[in-house]
């Protein structure tokens, strides 16, 4: 396999591009790849997106969403969607053209060969990158439109459409509302506006299907259990479309430096109309062979060991619902592993209804003259306990920086003189009228409440995180409460090695809530679901291994931003792995 004329476009382009300034280097570092020993024809060579990678700066491929698909999958998706003989295939996010490259080997073993390939790709310098790679190999270069999938206005069917969309957070696209309303009118439902660019071009997909046509798309899993994602599930089903959902396990981290989930939704325009809808759990890229023959073959999985298969109705696939934990038990996850909600209650943060009202500073404090058995220590927002424990220290910082970490908790009993005047300075600015404090008896009690040994955050944009409360304070909603049935300093710990260990923060997403911009929530009942070690039953050697592993993060968490990449992260895992 030759380059044939690849130099002279190599220049063509370098010359065009100012910026980045390491365009040209990149493109000459792939002009030297594709002439050597590797054999990027290999259905299992990433030469070309390991070497972008190390080429390109992070901070320009995330900007960008670029992140790659894995051979194995690329191999998998394209194998599905050439399967009835495709005449005609697309790649609407181009990037390096892992797609278009397997495609265009697979047709040429077939003998049958694609008539059209077009591939959408805006960034023209990886662009050049898949058109210097299918030139290697030999094949007539892709037909490479130079705008945005999304917004270009084409009227082609295609029978074969393969994608690994760019993976950006809706508060980083750049589309108008016009673009919204394009999409409102050719689905005839109303999108939400806070949809990721996945599913905008999930949605654009299936209108570019020609009548026989597949599609196989590579998105983040969390599209599955997202409220933006409700009306989008439910017209792939009532179109009849939605084939399939291969759902890789949360410790499988499908794109290599960027932590999500990932899941392949399979359409299909020819579908039959009682054929019910397959999910697929996949533990690891190893059994993808073995996948990928059961999809053609339109079988059950034979000998699914460690995986799991599931078949829906249409009807009983309802959109409301988490698919990604759809037909799943913790048994099935490990037996080792049990429902949070076995070993500890999970409630919501304190109420106030008023939090202007019964959240005072330091200074507060004396100024209205109240008294220290009307005030309980607190922690009111999630800022203010970033790390993985909280302790007096941390408090006595707050407290001297003037935030309100004073609630007033009154709980019956005689009202002193001091507390009078607040209640009627409350009285006066109308608290006693607000929602909750109108329906209590007085309107400035509060919610009783145990302080919470671990707190859980309720939202989140970098997922979940929990907080060893050495403190020993109160909380208001910006966490939930987790009380342990052990109270035991050491096994307390020991969950928190649990809860804030990769195996933990990613089965979490099986149950988290997704609103738009990415906007993580978890409830009580959610977290009480979550699937952790079995504390009461482990060995006293695992809960001193898993308590020394959290007490070392603990003082990383403090030092260093990237805690999570650390050896110590690392060990966890592995002992977490070695205990399932």
Not at 43 to 63: F, N, Q, T
Not at 200 to 210: E, R, T
Not at 307 to 333: V, Y
């Amino acid at each position: 396999m030759t380059l044939q004329g690849t130099q002279t476009h190599l220049d063509d382009i370098t010359s065009q591009v100012t910026t980045p300034e390491w365009a040209s280097h990149l493109l000459e570092k792939t002009r030297q790849l594709l002439q050597s020993d590797i054999n990027v024809a290999d259905p299992s060579c990433d030469a070309l997106e390991g070497l972008y990678a190390s080429e390109v700066p992070y901070d320009y491929r995330k900007a960008k969403g670029q992140f790659f698909t894995p051979p194995p999958v690329a191999e998998l998706m394209v194998n599905w969607v050439l399967d009835r003989g495709a005449q005609s295939l697309l790649d609407p996010s181009l990037g390096t053209g892992i797609f278009i490259r397997a495609a265009l080997i697979q047709t040429e073993q077939r003998g049958k060969g694609l008539a059209t390939v077009v591939g959408y790709e805006t960034d023209r310098v990886i662009a050049e990158v898949a058109r210097m790679s299918a030139k290697a190999l030999g094949f007539q270069p892709p037909v490479i439109r130079q705008v945005d999938f999304v917004t270009d206005q084409f009227e082609d069917k295609f029978d074969a459409i393969v994608a690994n969309p760019p993976y950006i957070r809706h508060h980083a696209m750049p589309y108008t509302d016009d673009v919204f309303a394009w999409f409102d009118r050719k689905c005839g439902f109303k999108l939400s506006r806070l949809t990721n660019i996945y599913g905008l071009f999930l949605l654009k997909i299936h209108l570019s299907l020609s009548a026989c046509g597949r599609a196989a798309v590579l998105i983040p899993s969390e599209f599955l259990n997202a409220d933006f994602g409700v009306p989008i599930k439910k017209f792939l089903l009532d179109t009849n479309y939605f084939d399939s959902v291969l759902i890789f396990d949360n410790n499988q981290l499908v794109f290599s430096d960027i932590l999500t989930t990932a899941c392949v939704v399979m359409l299909d325009a020819n579908r039959v109309k009682d054929k019910p809808v397959r999910i697929v759990h996949i533990p690891d890229l190893s059994v993808i062979g073995k996948l990928s023959n059961s999809l053609l073959l339109d079988t059950p999985i034979r000998e699914p060991q460690n995986w799991q298969e599931l078949f829906f109705s249409r009807e009983a696939l309802q959109p409301e619902l988490k698919w990604t934990s759809l037909g799943r038990s913790n048994s099935q996850r490990s037996p080792k592993l049990v429902p949070l909600g076995e070993i500890a209650d999970v409630m919501r943060g304190i109420a106030t209804g008023a939090n202007s009202f019964f959240t005072l500073n330091a200074e507060e404090v004396e100024q209205y003259g109240l008294e220290e058995i009307y005030l309980r220590q607190c922690i009111t927002k999630a800022s203010y306990a970033p790390h993985l424990d909280f302790n007096r220290n941390n408090f006595d910082e707050l407290s001297s920086s003037g935030k309100k970490v004073y609630l007033l908790y009154y709980k019956g009993g005689p009202i002193s003189s001091a507390l009078r005047s607040y209640i009627e300075l409350g009285e006066e600015h109308g608290f006693h009228e607000r929602y909750l404090t109108k329906h209590r008896e007085p309107w400035f009690s509060t919610e009783r409440r145990e302080v919470a040994p671990i707190w859980i955050t309720v939202f989140g944009r970098q997922g979940l995180r929990f907080v060893l409360n050495r403190a020993r304070i109160w909380n208001l909603t910006a966490f939930h409460c987790i009380y342990p049935k052990f109270r035991e300093e050491i096994r307390l710990r020991a969950l928190m090695a649990y809860l804030v260990s990769y195996e933990c923060i990613e089965r979490a997403k099986e149950e988290l809530r997704v609103y738009g911009d990415g906007l993580l929530k978890m409830e009580p009942r959610d977290v009480a679901r979550l699937p952790v070690l079995n504390i009461p039953e482990l060995p006293s050697d695992a809960i001193e291994q898993l308590t020394s592993l959290f007490d070392r993060l603990c003082l990383l968490h403090w030092s260093n931003p990237g805690w999570r990449e650390s050896p110590d992260m690392d060990m966890l895992s592995e002992t977490i792995r070695n205990f399932l």
